[in-house]
T-cell receptor, first 111, second 112 residues
Framework: AQSVSQHNHHVILSEAASLELGCNYS??????LFWYVQYPGQHLQLLLK??????LVKGIKGFEAEFIKSKFSFNLRKPSVQWSDTAEYFCAVYNNNDMRFGAGTRLTVKP | EPEVTQTPSHQVTQMGQEVILRCVPI?????FYWYRQILGQKVEFLVS????????KSEIFDDQFSVERPDGSNFTLKIRSTKLEDSAMYFC??????????FGPGTRLTVT
């Protein structure tokens, strides 16, 4: 079964700092990749997704992610974080109607 | 834009009681899912449902859980005899084949 690893459990940054959250998956076949965000007290919202094509994916709110097939990675990046980016971020892998989430990374942005 | 809706937003129940969590998926979607998130932990897959039957379930989805699509619009998760450790956020999701899953706002279940 596929699995998803998010290595950073809690990341603390100051506003304007750059962000990179790691995501690695273990499935060797064709996968679709997602990043979801969960703001405090709210439900999961899709940030961005990769199905095929350009491995650099642009999402909402200035986020982007790069799919590197050789490294089985799909890291999330943002050049300059804001206080409002404080949330939990989940990487997810979809294949053959099976979708699995990583453990999540809590991002705290200090004003 | 159509959304997945869930009711109630918060359910409090006593240990051993049965609860039914309700979801209204997006109307033209064919696949339905339940996930749960214990406070402070990751989102865990429970079950997927397609063509009026369970297509996949996780090890969490044991005999105390069941799902049903009682009519053309609702998708329910029943927990027969709740335990303290069932306290969590329960998210419903729906999708079209091969498309992104749309998640509902969740139901917070508190078992006392």
């Amino acid at each position: 079964a596929q699995s998803v690893s998010q290595h950073n459990h809690h990341v603390i940054l100051s506003e304007a700092a750059s962000l990179e959250l790691g995501c690695n998956y273990s499935y060797g076949g064709t996968v679709n990749l997602f990043w979801y965000v969960q703001y405090p007290g709210q439900h999961l919202q899709l940030l961005l997704k990769y199905f095929s094509g350009d491995p650099l994916v642009k999402g909402i709110k200035g986020f982007e992610a790069e799919f590197i097939k050789s490294k089985f990675s799909f890291n999330l990046r943002k050049p300059s974080v804001q206080w409002s980016d404080t949330a939990e971020y989940f990487c997810a892998v979809y294949n053959n109607n099976d979708m699995r989430f990583g453990a999540g990374t809590r991002l705290t942005v200090k004003p | 834009e159509p959304e997945v809706t869930q009711t109630p937003s918060h359910q409090v129940t006593q240990m051993g009681q049965e609860v039914i969590l309700r979801c209204v998926p997006i109307s033209n979607h064919l696949y339905f899912y339940w996930y749960r998130q214990i406070l402070g932990q990751k989102v865990e897959f429970l079950v997927s449902f397609y063509n009026n039957e369970i297509s996949e379930k996780s090890e969490i989805f044991d005999d105390q859980f069941s799902v049903e699509r009682p009519d053309g619009s609702n998708f329910t998760l029943k927990i027969r005899s709740t335990k303290l450790e069932d306290s969590a956020m329960y998210f419903c999701a729906s999708s079209s084949p091969g498309q992104v899953r749309n998640f509902g706002p969740g139901t917070r279940l508190t078992v006392t």
